[in-house]
């Protein structure tokens, strides 16, 4: 585990290239650092650090080092103006497998981001770090590369509820809103999709303001998957005497997006 503005950032077992490149496990939004900068080794026996040849150095505890250089707790790593400090030598979570969407470190907001206990609190927090860094990225226009910052966490939403494992309703929310805004900047109706699985999963409407955001966004989206919308269509027909007032009208905007795609 790391810590960064004083936040901290679990790190499961493996290696991560850290630099300015999008294709780094940890992308540095520093003017300093180097595409490939350094990377973390992360192992059940300890974290090292290596500089990769960068430019600028990568100083520990104030020292620049050469090479390869083994960490204890509460060193500092600097790299460019941005300072990591390794809390713990191990990961609740090191016998995951070796794989993580790029995360960028400058200018986060992280403060939702904590360690706990909870699987699916700390499912939600890493879901809403990622989705800060993708909005950010989203906002330069750059819409694959926050499709990629996301896809794998979103997918592991869907695929718990797929498995039973239903994410609670702030999760299910923030992926929803997510998907959306991928479908919008990719293009791509199968984000859209996802966010219809995802309800279809839950038993319940999408939320209002992004039913009345999707009648905007199936104009611009390739070909959504309409058996599954029609099925949700269907689904919350008999959830219906089961409804509020509120979601009633919101089941019934849903069914005119189903008649929209159907024309489309």
Do not use: C
């Not at 800060?132 to 695929?159: F, H, M, N, Q």
């Amino acid at each position: 585990m790391v810590r960064y503005q004083g936040r901290t950032l679990p790190l499961k077992s493996g290696t991560y290239v850290l630099g300015r490149s999008a294709s780094a496990q940890i992308v540095l939004d520093d003017a300093l650092a180097s595409r490939r900068h350094a990377q973390l080794v992360v192992q059940s026996s300890g974290v090292s650090v290596e500089d990769l040849g960068s430019i600028n150095g990568v100083f520990v505890n104030g020292r620049r080092i050469q090479g390869r250089q083994e960490l204890e707790v509460g060193d500092r790593v600097v790299i460019g103006k941005q300072e990591l400090v390794l809390l713990s030598e191990g990961s609740p979570v090191s016998d995951a497998p070796n794989r993580m969407a790029a995360v960028t470190l400058a200018g986060l907001d992280m403060s939702k981001v904590a360690p706990d206990d909870s699987e699916s609190t700390h499912q939600a927090d890493v879901l809403e770090l990622l989705g800060g860094v993708a909005e950010k990225v989203l906002r330069l226009g750059r819409g694959e590369e926050a499709e990629k910052i996301l896809a794998t966490r979103l997918a592991s939403t869907l695929d718990r509820a797929r498995a039973g494992k239903l994410p609670p309703s702030e999760e299910a929310i923030r992926a929803t809103a997510l998907a959306v805004k991928l479908a919008v900047a990719t293009k791509k109706g199968s984000w859209i999709d996802y966010a219809v699985e995802l309800h279809t999963l839950l038993k319940r409407p999408l939320p209002g303001d992004v039913v009345d955001e999707l009648f905007n966004v199936l104009r611009l989206v390739s070909p959504v998957d309409l058996p599954l919308l029609r099925g949700y269509v269907a689904l919350l027909k008999t959830l219906s005497p089961n409804l509020g007032p509120a979601e009633r009208f919101v089941a019934q905007r849903i069914e005119g997006l189903e008649r929209q795609a159907s024309a489309k």
